[in-house]
Nanobody, 125 residues
Framework: QVQLVESGGGLVQAGGSLRLSCVAS????????MGWFRQAPGKEREFVAA????????YYADSVKGRFTISRDNAKNTMYLQMNSLKPEDTAVYYC??????????????????WGQGTQVTVSS
């Protein structure tokens, strides 16, 4: 089991930027793919971005491609999500997640077995 703690959320105007961080503890961080998901009020949780266990592969939802960048620092057990050109429709609770199994790269919500508590991102128009 891995423990995940997100930080970096907040209130920002449209067009602004935020960087989310996710610190992991409890198991070998570098062996597991990681991802960011978000959930807006009244909507289902949706995929945002994912990064492979070594960081060599990344994948993004079409809605954030070109604006968000996912990265990880395995030496610090930390994953990041740099969010630029934010839009009001990006408003949601953002969750980081860790894959349930090591040494693979999958994107399904059910593939991620460990979740953080979430951090609120609010983008005003």
């Amino acid at each position: 089991q891995v423990q995940l703690v997100e930080s970096g959320g907040g209130l920002v105007q449209a067009g602004g930027s935020l960087r989310l961080s996710c610190v992991a503890s409890g198991r070998i961080f570098r062996s597991y793919a990681m991802g960011w998901f978000r959930q807006a009020p009244g909507k289902e949780r949706e995929f945002v971005a994912a990064i492979s266990w070594r960081g060599g592969s990344t994948y993004y939802a079409d809605s954030v491609k070109g604006r968000f960048t996912i990265s990880r620092d395995n030496a610090k057990n930390t994953m990041y999500l740099q969010m630029n050109s934010l839009k009001p429709e990006d408003t949601a609770v953002y969750y980081c997640a860790a894959d349930s199994n090591p040494d693979r790269f999958r994107l399904g919500l059910s593939d991620f077995g460990s979740w953080g508590q979430g951090t609120q991102v609010t983008v005003s128009s």
